[in-house]
């Protein structure tokens, strides 16, 4: 056991050692996607999200669907 925690703490500090914050900038670097996203999505092009619909209303919406269109 203290030989997978050892070459698993040295995986992870060669991995993070050249960059700036290091292991935490694993955590923060998803986050600030999900702020660009969401800036860009919602408040630049203005997309909200849809409310999603049932099974019966989705029934309902394609069996309306179908009799309007054969006639």
């Known amino acids: 056991m203290t030989l997978i ?3 698993t703490r040295r995986e992870i500090a060669g991995r993070y050692r050249g ?3 290091g292991l ?3 955590l923060l670097n998803p986050l600030f996607m999900l702020a660009v996203y969401t800036f860009v999505f919602g408040v630049v092009m203005k997309s909200r999200w849809i409310t999603p619909i049932t099974r019966a209303q989705w029934i309902r919406r394609v069996s309306l669907r179908s009799s309007c269109s054969a006639g």
Request: proline share 0%; no cysteine; glycine share 0%.
């Open 24 to 26: 935490l900038w694993s």
């Open 19 to 21: 960059s700036a914050l």
């Open 5 to 7: 925690l050892t070459l």
